[in-house]
């Protein structure tokens, strides 16, 4: 469209500079006779190859860029010749085309699949975060009722929590649990540690043994050890 356009405003641009510079014949006695005889020898048929005259001269020379204009491609043409279509690629270059797309298949799948794993990674970890909080609070649960079992009753509260693996029968992690005291009851302490049997009385040596009376005298460590319990 851009070359027709082009092509239309050439010709009527000639047209134009051909009626600027027509001759008027009103005119044509008052020229001196050898000229008038040179301009007619000279003119013959509009834009013919013969004629010199300005006009015709005009004329060659629009034509001549109306010609290269239609021989110039528009600039969406050019374009286009450089993405040639694919049937005119030779059988090399259609067979490396097609490589090319199979990698880049390959690519994309393998991306892809980078993509699932990593939603699984994490889908993965947000399940283990949910089992271990999950596990967590069910282990606080259980403490809790195996502390008020121990308020109520030492004994029993004590099997409650081995039994349940939140603590083990192990002299020095059952003095340790009592020295630490967090929501006993210092009577209950005070009861489970009273009791005669062998392995209360390890226990008791164990519960002495957590306290640390360096640098105290005898009132302030005594203080400190009846503090423990009652």
């Known amino acids: 469209k851009e070359s027709q356009q082009h092509e239309t405003q050439l010709v009527l641009g000639s047209a134009a500079a051909s009626r600027a510079y027509r001759p008027d014949p009103s ?8 000229a008038a005889l040179g301009g007619a020898s000279r003119k013959g048929p509009a834009g013919s190859r013969g004629d010199t005259s300005l006009p015709g001269q005009l004329q060659r020379q629009l034509g001549q860029q109306a010609a290269a204009a239609r021989a110039t491609p528009p600039q969406g043409l050019r374009m286009d010749l450089c993405h040639p279509d694919p049937a005119e690629l030779s059988s090399g270059e259609t067979q490396e085309l097609q490589q090319i797309k199979w990698h880049r298949k390959q690519l994309l799948e393998d991306i892809q699949k980078l993509k699932d794993e990593i939603a699984d990674v994490f889908a993965q970890i947000d399940c283990f975060e949910n089992a271990e909080e999950s596990r967590l609070a069910q282990k606080e649960k259980e ?4 502390r008020k079992k121990f308020n109520m009753d030492p004994v029993k509260g004590i099997q409650y929590l081995t039994e349940h693996k939140l603590l083990t029968p192990n002299v020095q992690d059952i003095a340790q649990f009592l020295y630490k005291g967090e929501g006993l009851n210092k009577t209950a302490i005070g009861t489970y540690l009273g009791e005669r049997d062998p392995f209360n009385l390890q226990v008791l040596q164990a519960f002495v043994d957590c306290h640390e009376f360096a640098n105290l005298n005898l009132v302030q460590a005594l203080r400190q050890f009846l503090w423990s319990f009652r």
Do not use: F
């Open 143 to 146: 403490l809790c009722i195996g």
């Open 27 to 34: 005119r044509q006695d008052r020229l001196p006779p050898h």
